[in-house]
């Protein structure tokens, strides 16, 4: 029946607005089914005392939430994903330029290491986490081989505060800068050379055009970058939880692996969503202020 | 001049050849490692080209039986959801690309803000749901909380090539009398048939990558996915580094040779939004 309706539509108004509701309906209500009513549940469960694996108990309005805001865990939490999200999309940033500029010279080979440089981007977050765990590691890990070789004598990566935060940072810089590579050289690649040229004849030095033209022109991709990647920063979860669990002592925790512990070891149910929510509203604040921030004067 | 300019030469291919150290070296090792004896993979100094090279971690993990019921789990979740995913969201992509209605701005904008929130965020109530259904530790709760991960993905990337198919050909198409579902499989799916597959590769990957939902709708080799298998092989109570080398190994070969003859599509997926207007 589906068929012969949408055979029908015109090009009238109205049945072309009837292809647009049975074309996007199905997506829609496997949407709703998966996404509205299970988060629809979780802000129930919110507002509900929970004991154990029991969602069943008694109306308690805000109290979740309170709680959440004022534990130490979540606080701490908060505070380590805040500094693990600057510092990541700052270094991946620094990195994926110096990449993206060269690459964007296309130099003989620069297509063998744009392949190259894809690669970390499809690879499970779990295989790149164990991965660097085992480069990691404290008595056999060949990173610490290789310093005591020269003469360092390396930390004990896991058992420190910094070197486990040192080591959650360059996984995680390991799997999200080619995206930054990437975004960045496909919006490279579509700036004029005729912009560039004048440049130069007007004398502009090499720094000159890349504060002057370079960066303002990537403002659209740099904001998509910060989006995309604030988003990926505060989500992130594998790399933390098979690195180090969150430790030592809580230093590595971010919201994603106190959420989960709270939930899932803790068995806090009730705790967990109002966590889950607080995490959403800060991302959509945050991302709506970038979007206010770097979006072009024109349309503001 | 001439000199300032290889200088600038010499400092690129620093640049990338660093890069590359960094971005191949943990595979380097991880490979290295799989193929290494024990006393070769704990030797200090570490051994850099092991020898003799054994074959030894590959044939465990195999006569194990563990890595065929991960891989076949992985290959049916990944599979089965990216299929429903690309019946269900290759229409609804043409549709918001292509045709109005009452809210279906906001509903797209819904669509696109559902990417950005947290994973952890339907945790909890995925694993309630699966718990009432009573499909914990089976495929199907996997194939089902794959579904809104992929949807938004696809829905994403192919809604901007939808668009850019210019109306003048759809207009043709119906004075040649094609109605919507006409100028949808004969037009607009045979000119998106490279922006869908690099789609529906990326909807694959999310599946087939995915830890966080595996690991707590999961419990045994009855419904764990490869990535839950390989974790498991290092864990407090255990470490077994060969294993986990040969598992992660044999996981991402077929990723990285994906990666290599479609990256040219890949690409263009992944940067689709920073061009879009």
Do not use: C
């Amino acid at each position: 029946m589906a068929v012969s309706v949408m055979k029908k539509a015109g090009r009238n108004k109205r049945s072309r607005r009837t292809a647009g509701i049975l074309l996007t309906l199905p997506a829609l209500i496997v949407m709703a089914a998966t996404v509205l009513y299970p988060i629809l549940w979780s802000l129930k469960i919110s507002v509900f005392e929970s004991k154990g694996m029991m969602t069943s108990g008694s109306f308690v309005g805000l109290e979740n939430y309170i709680n959440v805001l004022q534990s130490s865990q979540f606080q701490s939490a908060l505070w380590n994903t805040l500094g693990f999200v600057s510092v990541t999309i700052i270094v991946e940033l620094i990195i994926g330029f110096a990449v993206a500029l060269v690459l964007n010279r296309s130099l003989p080979g620069t297509k063998f290491f744009r392949v190259l440089f894809t690669l970390p981007l499809m690879i499970a977050p779990v295989v790149s986490g164990l991965q660097w765990r085992w480069l990691f590691a404290d008595q056999y890990g060949v990173i610490n081989s290789v310093l005591s070789m020269i003469g360092i004598d390396g930390p004990l990566w896991m058992g420190s505060v910094w070197g486990a935060r040192t080591a959650v940072l360059i996984a995680n810089v390991w799997l999200a800068t080619p995206f930054v590579i990437l975004i960045l050289l496909a919006a490279m690649s579509s700036l004029s050379e005729d912009l560039y040229e004048a440049a130069r004849l007007d004398g502009a030095n090499a720094v000159q055009i890349f504060t002057n033209i370079t960066l303002p022109l990537l403002k659209p991709a740099i904001l998509m970058i910060l989006v995309v990647r604030l988003s990926d920063a505060f989500r992130v979860f594998d790399i933390v939880y098979i690195l180090t669990q969150g430790g030592p002592g809580g230093s590595t925790e971010v919201l994603s692996t106190y959420i989960y512990k709270s939930t899932f070891t803790g068995l806090n149910f009730g705790q967990g969503s109002a966590a889950s929510f607080l995490v959403m509203i800060m991302i959509m604040i945050i991302s709506f202020g970038l979007f206010r921030l770097l979006r072009p004067k024109e349309d503001r | 001049m001439m000199k300032s300019f290889k200088l600038s030469n010499i400092l690129s291919y620093f640049i990338l050849i660093a890069m590359s150290a960094f971005v191949i070296f943990p595979f380097l090792w991880t490979f290295l490692t799989s193929i290494k004896t024990e006393i070769q993979m704990f030797s200090v100094p570490p051994v850099w080209i092991p020898d003799p090279v054994t074959t030894q971690h590959y044939s465990d993990i195999i006569d194990e039986g563990q890595f065929q019921a991960f891989m076949k789990n992985s290959l049916t979740v990944s599979g089965v959801s990216t299929l429903i995913s690309m019946l269900v969201s290759i229409p609804a992509a043409y549709g918001f690309a292509k045709y109005r209605y009452k809210f279906s701005g906001l509903l797209f904008a819904t669509v696109v803000a559902i990417r950005m929130f947290p994973p952890i965020v339907m945790g909890v109530p995925f694993f309630l749901m699966m718990r009432q259904l009573g499909l914990i530790d089976t495929n199907l709760a996997l194939i089902i909380t794959y579904l809104p991960l992929q949807l938004t993905l696809i829905i994403w990337i192919l809604e901007g090539f939808f668009r850019q198919i210019p109306n003048e050909i759809e207009e043709a198409a119906e004075i040649d009398g094609l109605g919507t579902f006409g100028k949808f499989l004969k037009i607009a799916v045979p000119l998106s048939m490279p922006a869908i597959g690099v789609a529906s590769i990326f909807s694959f990957l999310a599946a087939w990558n995915e830890f966080m939902f595996a690991l707590t709708l999961t419990r045994t080799d009855a419904s764990q996915t490869m990535p839950i298998g390989i974790a498991g092989y290092v864990t407090t109570f255990q470490t077994f580094w060969g294993k986990m080398s040969a598992t992660g190994i044999l996981y991402i070969i077929p990723v990285i040779i994906f990666t290599i003859f479609a990256q040219k599509g890949m690409i263009k997926g992944l940067t689709a939004g920073a061009t879009k207007e």
